[in-house]
């Protein structure tokens, strides 16, 4: 029998890690890591918590991304996955109809009211890209409306709906679209009234920046939409599972009731990648309309039984731990104890967001002493004073977050869901040492020179 030791591979191989990269896989990433000073090597990681060679303990705020809505390694979906590992089903066999999905939409439609059914994929841009053709299929139109600054995914048909140029320049031509303003119902009608749209797609609050739409938006667009027989498309894909401190971002505002609902990221548990697309039952048989048609729109991995056992683990945790009330009352409290910090700091201009996402935006300081650092560091780059910041968290006080998008001075905090006041004082404490160290001058600038040269090398 032929044998595997992985560990015994990470024990010999694990130094090369950079190197590696480098060589077979994105040439840019260590080279950004190396810039910032990001380079760690990370050996373990535990709920909000990362510990490095030397077993140095880092709290993470990025939670992969809003991956690990539960944490790194919770036990529950742990035991899960064993327990389907060992359990040895006969899981894909294509021709046949097993429990795990079932009882994994069961459990999703529970928390999705006037939606009936799922389709499973494995990313959330597969979620998105499911959600595009349904809505095409259904109401037999090509064009998708998108807003502004939107992030929908990166493959061909969800990059037809980001809202960022940087991450579609060079991949063109693409799928019929349209952007639209977040929260302009004005310019909605207009690209409605041709008759050509099949749905809108939206955030409820944006990932980039973390824009949250404006109150009532998005029931008078889906009134809108529903009068012009397109669709409403909500991408949760981030926002849900309780990021925003309901169990979905568009259930902040009553009477709305979209037609189809992209999510994936947490479902995982951190684990299996998983994605779905909840929606209505009329859409489902417009597109599953025979027999015919029954493997019209599939996924090869989608509904593998160790992503649904992850998913199952995932939901039972959240609703036996409450997680979606924790979420809501820890982002309460940490995004209040930021807030207050906006009038002893100039270089802070606004915290807001909902729930565990929130964005910290930094603007031009008011005194003449820190406008021109300021302005040296715009003048070079748009975003730079915002990786100024990000980078001494890590670097001096072990808390891992991230720029929330090119051009922008913003920071999103999108920690573990499981965080708790401790967390909270521990980052408030470490952000306001930054920021005191950036209104007195000193490293904070000096590494932001090291930015201004790194931005004019890289024109």
Not at 119 to 144: D, H, M, Q
Not at 252 to 269: I, R, T, W, Y
Not at 283 to 298: C, E, G, N, Q, T
């Amino acid at each position: 029998m032929t044998e595997f030791d992985l560990a015994a591979l990470l024990a010999d191989r694990a130094g090369e890690r950079y190197a590696l990269h480098e060589r077979h896989l994105n040439h840019q990433l260590p080279r950004m890591l190396r810039t910032l000073g990001f380079d760690r090597l990370y050996e373990r990681a535990e709920g909000a918590h990362f510990f490095d060679s030397e077993g140095n303990d880092y709290l993470d705020m990025l939670a992969g991304f809003g991956v690990m809505g539960l944490g790194r390694h919770h036990p529950v979906v742990r035991k899960a996955l064993h327990d389907v590992l060992d359990a040895r089903l006969a899981d894909l066999t294509r021709f046949d109809c097993p429990p795990l999905p079932g009882l994994l939409a069961e459990r999703l439609l529970a928390h999705s009211p006037h939606l009936e059914r799922v389709f499973f994929c494995n990313s959330g841009t597969e979620a998105v890209e499911t959600a595009l053709k349904f809505a095409r299929r259904a109401t037999g139109r090509p064009r998708i409306l998108h807003c502004d600054h939107a992030f929908h995914g990166l493959t061909v048909g969800s990059l037809s709906v980001n809202g960022e140029a940087g991450f579609r320049d060079g991949f063109g031509p693409l799928l019929p679209g349209t952007a639209v303003p977040l929260g302009d119902l004005g310019a909605l009608e207009r690209e409605l009234a041709r008759g050509d749209v099949a749905a809108l797609i939206v955030e409820s609050v944006q990932g980039k920046g973390v824009h949250e739409a404006p109150p009532g938006y998005l029931r008078a667009a889906r009134q809108l939409l529903h009068r012009h027989k397109a669709l409403l498309i909500a991408d949760e894909v981030q926002t849900g599972l309780g990021r925003t401190g309901d169990f979905y971002a568009y259930q902040h505002e009553e009477g709305v009731e979209p037609d189809l609902v992209c999510v994936a990221k947490a479902l995982s548990g951190g684990y299996v990648p998983v994605g779905a697309t909840l929606g209505k039952d009329w859409i489902f048989k417009k597109v599953y309309s025979s027999m015919d048609r029954v493997l019209v729109h599939s996924a090869s991995f989608g509904s593998n039984a160790q992503a649904m056992a992850a998913g199952l683990a995932v939901l039972s945790v959240m609703e036996n731990d409450r997680i979606v009330e924790r979420a809501r009352a820890t982002g309460d409290l940490l995004r209040s104890r930021l807030a207050a910090l906006t009038e002893r700091y100039e270089l802070l201009a606004e915290v807001r967001g909902r729930g565990l996402m929130i964005g910290i935006e930094f603007g031009r300081p008011r005194s003449l002493r820190l406008r021109g650092r300021w302005a040296m560091l715009q003048a070079a780059r748009k975003g730079l004073f915002a990786q100024t910041v990000v980078v001494p968290l890590l670097r001096r006080h072990h808390i891992l977050t991230q720029v929330s998008g090119d051009h922008l001075e913003v920071i999103k905090l999108i920690p573990p869901l499981i965080i708790g006041e401790r967390e909270v004082d521990r980052f408030v404490t470490a952000f306001t040492a930054v920021m005191d160290e950036a209104h007195e001058g000193g490293l904070v600038w000096d590494f932001g020179r090291h930015l201004v040269r790194q931005a004019v090398a890289n024109r």
